[in-house]
């Protein structure tokens, strides 16, 4: 039985920068997917009522960035140095502020659109370009080894190009960025077996 059980919905969403983690350092673990059918009674179980949730030793821990700071901790992925693992945490942070501006649970599908447009069109543009600049000639974003906020880029922007499949067709290094990640044979691997979900 692995130590680890990862409970989320059946997509990638905000469980994925952890199965990504999981898949690379070569850690045995429990892909645990529910339905949408069966939120509501499992919920109440959960704390915070929020998932992803990853059970561990007894203990129920939350928040999909928390688990993985607690996963790459002691390991390169985090950052080799005090200051890398402050850029790489700061790289994350920025790709999740603008992740969590999406009205993803919005039920007025007329504002939920208009709201997606307004993302993609005003303020996914800046902040490209920025992500750009930070990469600017290196291969990856801190240093010069993969860290998981490569991760967290390719995770991010795989949701964005289902949204917006143009979106990165002005900053070819970003889209670079995303098929050095994506060749990682750990993550190869994962991609080609995880189940196709749109998200």
């Known amino acids: 039985m692995s130590k680890y059980k990862l409970i989320y919905f059946n997509i990638r969403g905000r469980a994925e920068i952890i199965r990504y983690i999981f898949a690379y350092l070569d850690i045995k673990y429990e892909d645990h997917r529910i339905e949408q059918a069966d939120w509501p009674k499992i ?8 998932i992803p949730v990853l059970k561990v ?12 700071r607690y996963l790459t901790k002691n ?8 200051l890398e693992q402050c850029q790489a945490d700061a790289v994350v942070d920025t790709l999740d ?3 969590s501006l999406f009205p993803w649970a919005e039920k007025n599908q007329d504002i939920k659109e208009r709201t997606f447009k307004d993302l ?9 370009k920025d992500l750009d600049t930070y990469l600017g000639d290196r291969e990856w974003f801190i240093g010069d080894y993969v860290t998981w906020a490569d991760f967290y880029w ?5 949701t964005l190009l289902v949204l917006k499949p143009d979106l990165l067709d002005i900053h070819p290094r970003l889209a670079s960025l ?6 990682i044979p750990a993550i190869a691997a994962w991609v080609q ?7």
């Open 97 to 99: 502020d603008f992740m």
């Open 43 to 50: 919920k109440p179980t959960i704390p915070f009522g929020k």
């Open 57 to 68: 030793g007894g203990l129920t821990l939350h928040q999909s960035l928390a688990i993985a």
């Open 193 to 199: 077996k995880r189940p196709q979900t749109k998200f």
């Open 75 to 82: 390991t390169d992925l985090a950052g080799k140095t005090e």
């Open 154 to 158: 390719d995770v991010c922007s795989t």
């Open 120 to 128: 993609l069109t005003c303020h996914a543009p800046p902040l490209l």
């Open 178 to 183: 995303r098929k050095k990640v994506q060749a």
